[in-house]
C-alpha cells in the first residue's frame, strides 16, 4: 500500500500521526515502572504461564498417544 502513495501523501499521513501522537499524555517511567510492577505482582497468582494449568482444565491436552506398528 506504501508503495502507491506519493511522497507528499506519506507525508501527510506522517504529519497526521504526529498530531496523535502530540496529544497523548507522557507520564514519568519512574512512576509508571512502579505501577506496572506492582499489577504484575499482584497479579502473578492468578497468571496460567507462571503456576500452570490444571491437566482437567487443560484444552490443549493430548487426547491419545500416536503408536506405530
Known amino acids: 500500500m506504501a508503495q502507491d502513495l506519493t511522497e507528499k501523501e506519506l507525508l501527510k499521513m506522517e504529519l497526521d500521526q504526529l498530531k496523535k501522537e502530540v496529544k497523548n499524555e507522557r ?6 515502572g512502579k505501577e506496572l510492577k506492582e499489577y504484575i505482582e499482584s497479579m502473578a497468582a492468578e ?11 487443560n484444552p490443549f491436552k493430548e487426547k491419545g498417544g500416536c503408536i506405530i506398528s
Open 27 to 32: 507520564q514519568m517511567i519512574s512512576k509508571t
Open 47 to 57: 497468571d496460567p504461564l507462571l503456576k500452570g494449568v490444571p491437566e482437567d482444565k
